[in-house]
């Protein structure tokens, strides 16, 4: 018997037989979009790693089961807010035409879902940061929701529109105010420091919007009207204190964690608040 090198190289290496070889096995080369999708996945990958949220790399984002356009600049809307959606539906669900006002409206996601699911509703729509301004004409415009106004003004100070319409009234107002006490603001999680300072902070205590917000606009609510307020989980009933104080019904709801979130205030009839 012969010997032979192939041989003992096929057999050592349990190759194949020769012939398969005959033809150059085909080297898969990426195409170019192949390439730049990778490159462009690396970069999102580098961001979510960081610590930028997944709903700004996304840009976009579900809130009552409608999605809304966002990016830096603009506060992610939480599921816990639904709940404040969920209070002035029911506040509302036997008015035909319904005023609401949203103050600190941020993508918009509370307004432009009351005007969504009630189309006769006529919903106003404060915002301070022109980023989110934007956001919400954008957010508007998705879903092609002819029922929202929307304002840059300023919930502290005064908006010109409202300060000149002082009869304007709303038979709800709600808000989910920046609520965060400005001392607490370097120890939020990584992921939260994305989002614009102006959407958090609350001033010293926390509570500077709803002082305002008591001050300033429940003059615009109707008699027997209701103002609808997320807060955060140690401040409710600082909260209803401060309105029941100045003769106003007040109490604080859970939210779906059970945690004490949603302050409710009615102005009764015959009330004579008029500050
Ligand atoms: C906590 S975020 C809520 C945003 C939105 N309503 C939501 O629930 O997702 C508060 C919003 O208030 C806005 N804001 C801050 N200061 C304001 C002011 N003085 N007047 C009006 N809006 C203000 C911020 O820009 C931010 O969009």
Not at 109 to 128: M, N, W
Not at 149 to 159: A, E, H
Request: net charge negative; aromatic share 10%; glycine share 6%.
């Amino acid at each position: 018997m012969s010997y032979d090198a192939n041989d003992k190289f096929n057999v050592e290496h349990n190759a194949k037989p020769e012939t398969e070889f005959e033809t150059e096995p085909e080297i898969e080369f990426e195409t170019e979009p192949e390439i730049e999708f990778e490159t462009e996945l690396l970069k999102l990958l580098e961001l979510r790693a960081s610590g930028m949220p997944l709903q700004y790399i996304l840009g976009e984002w579900d809130f009552y089961g409608l999605t809304f356009r966002l990016g830096e600049g603009v506060l992610i809307p939480r599921p816990e807010t639904e709940k404040l959606v969920d209070v002035v539906l029911e506040h509302i669900k036997e008015n035909k035409s319904p005023m609401v006002l949203d103050l600190c409206a941020g993508t918009g996601c509370i307004g432009i879902t009351i005007a969504k699911l009630l189309p006769f509703s006529k919903v106003f729509s404060i915002e301070k940061s022109t980023v989110a301004y934007e956001y919400i004409k954008h957010n508007i415009a998705l879903h092609k929701v002819d029922n929202v106004s929307v304002f840059l003004g300023d919930v502290i100070t005064g908006c010109n529109h409202f300060v000149e319409n002082d009869r304007l009234k709303f038979d709800v107002i709600v808000s989910n105010p920046p609520y965060i006490p400005t001392f607490e603001l370097d120890d939020l999680q990584v992921e939260v420091k994305f989002e614009p300072k102006m959407a958090l902070d609350g001033g010293k205590d926390g509570l500077i919007f709803y002082r305002a917000i008591k001050d300033r606009w429940l003059s615009h609510l109707k008699e027997d009207g209701t103002l609808v307020m997320e807060c955060g989980e140690t401040q409710g009933d600082e909260i209803v204190s401060m309105f029941s104080e100045e003769g106003f019904i007040a109490n604080c709801d859970f939210d779906f964690a059970g945690i004490k979130r949603v302050v409710r205030v009615i102005r009764q009839k015959g009330s004579n608040y008029s500050s």
